[in-house]
């Protein structure tokens, strides 16, 4: 299967927005390099980070940085891959799970999504939900 353009287009934003509220590394085309959470992206891809450090050690509460100084961003935390957890789900919610890879989230039912930060929705379903996601993270150590 091959992929479009614009699906191409469509998962980058998909990770890049994955990233925000997370802690990244970001190097510059001078080789400056500034660590932070990723606080906002825009349209044309410029970004700021919060609670910000370079690798001089220099704080900053915010760092605005243009799109076309950047060279690469890096995720510095460990991202956890929700396929796994999909496959546990499905043995409690048999066919009401569905793995969206993009986003890398789960979505159980039409009203529940648990992605890395957590689980969205209300109700029965979300409450078992939210302790079998936790149930699943304390199994890998994360908590």
């Known amino acids: ?3 479009t353009l614009a699906e191409a287009s469509k998962r980058f934003v998909a990770e890049l927005n ?8 970001v190097v510059l085309s001078n080789g400056e390099v500034y660590r932070g959470v990723l606080h906002a992206v825009d349209n044309q891809l410029n970004i700021v980070l919060a609670n910000a450090a370079s690798k001089a050690g220099e704080k900053f509460v915010r760092v ?6 950047i060279v690469h961003i890096d995720s510095v935390e460990k991202r956890i ?3 796994e957890f999909a496959k546990h789900a499905e043995k409690v919610f048999p066919g ?10 789960v979505l159980i039912g039409d009203k529940v999504r648990v992605s890395e930060v957590g689980v969205e929705g209300v109700g029965p379903v979300a409450e078992r939900a939210k302790r079998l ?10 908590e």
């Open 81 to 83: 891959d929700l396929r």
């Open 96 to 105: 009401m799970v569905k793995y969206v890879e993009e986003t890398n989230t």
């Open 133 to 142: 996601f936790e149930e699943f993270l304390k199994s890998k150590g994360i």
């Open 18 to 25: 994955n990233l925000i509220g997370r802690e990244v590394q």
């Open 64 to 69: 605005f940085i243009m799109y076309r100084y």
């Open 1 to 3: 299967m091959s992929t």
